[in-house]
């Protein structure tokens, strides 16, 4: 069994207005660090390479080569029941010393009830794997619900759940730094992942860093500042991440291996440095996966987003090292 890191105990405590006024200093400034490191997390898929749906052994393979490459012990998933995710993943985890966050797609009837059914059926047996609930993923970027409609389905789900496990929602860094969100943090929900991705931004690797750190600062600010407090909600960098060779570019943003383990040695240890919790996007490469769109609308592929390849083999080094 792996033993788990220990999880902040103060997440993202730092005053991120502080965080605003260096951006404009050189990055390695940027990743001098703080007293204590963020936590590291993967976002990690129900689906083998080949659409079939992952097994609770495939779990226990994932996290043993998660654990190998990196030392971290936390994934993050999207749907509690999309192949019986819920009832595979959380055994497995606490076979291996690992803990799971996982969501629940509220945009459809249908799927709020069958991820939320999926959650009461298992998180009673398994509260000590179950880190958190994330209730919908990016909805407000999407326009599907108004902060107001979206803290009714988050409160909703919470009401089902085992005490002391943390529920909230992940969105785009913009929909919480323009105030669309507001209501969800008054409304004094639990966590709340803010996505931030350079690349989407059209980012060349050179500014990628600045731009990750500029789009945290100004989301987490605006949390904290509605919230009145360091330390409710809980606040994580819910996504960030760069595709590797064979992946889509998006203008400046070109997609490759180099690029890849240079964002993540630059931007994303830079960030654990500051001492915020971070989810990769994301742990394996997912083949099966239909192409995406990005924010401008264009299509793009998606299935070479991986640290590690769909066989687990690392991509390249996802340990952080001193600059």
């Known amino acids: 069994m792996h033993l788990s890191l220990p999880l902040q105990a103060a997440h993202a405590a730092l005053a991120l207005s502080s965080l605003l006024a260096v951006l404009t200093l050189p990055i390695l400034s940027l990743l001098a660090p703080a007293a204590a490191r963020g936590t590291l997390g993967f976002a990690l898929g129900t689906k ?3 659409g079939s749906c992952k097994t609770t052994a495939d779990y226990q393979a994932d996290f043993d080569a998660i654990y190998a490459a990196s030392g971290s012990t936390l994934v993050r998933g999207y749907s509690a029941s999309d192949c019986d995710a819920a009832a595979r993943i959380l ?5 291996k010393g690992f803990k799971a966050v996982l969501g629940v797609w509220p945009d459809v009837p249908s799927s709020l009830a069958a991820d939320t059914a999926a959650l009461q059926a298992h ?3 398994y509260p000590d794997q179950l880190y958190a609930v994330t209730v919908g993923s990016e909805a407000l970027y999407r326009g599907n619900f108004t ?3 979206l803290l009714e389905k988050i409160n909703g789900v919470k009401a089902v759940l085992p005490p002391g496990v943390r529920v909230g929602t992940a969105d785009s860094w913009n929909k919480w730094a323009d105030g669309t969100g507001d209501a969800v ?3 004094g929900v639990d966590i709340i992942m803010v996505n931030a991705f350079a690349y989407w931004q059209a980012q060349e690797i050179g500014n990628a860093t600045k731009t990750y750190f500029h789009d945290i600062a100004r989301a987490f600010e605006r949390i904290q500042d509605i ?6 909600p809980e606040l994580w960098n819910g996504e960030t991440g760069w595709p590797k060779d064979g992946g889509s570019d998006f203008g400046a943003a070109l997609a490759s291996t180099v690029n890849a383990h240079t964002y993540f040695q630059t931007a994303v240890c830079g960030m ?3 001492n915020v919790d971070v989810f990769y996007f994301e742990a394996f490469d997912e083949p099966w996966k239909p192409r995406s769109e990005g924010d ?3 299509s793009a592929d998606e299935t070479h987003w991986g640290a590690m390849t769909a066989g687990r083999e690392v991509s390249y080094a996802v340990r952080c090292v001193a600059p």
Do not use: I, M, Q, T
Not at 91 to 95: D, E, F, R
Not at 227 to 232: A, K, P, Q
């Open 185 to 187: 943090v008054r409304g």
């Open 272 to 274: 654990l440095a500051w």
């Open 296 to 298: 401008n609308g264009v």
């Open 48 to 50: 083998n390479a080949d």
């Open 123 to 125: 998180a009673w047996r």
């Open 147 to 149: 902060g107001e409609e």
């Open 227 to 232: 919230s009145g407090s360091f330390d409710r």
């Open 91 to 95: 055994p497995a985890a606490a076979s």
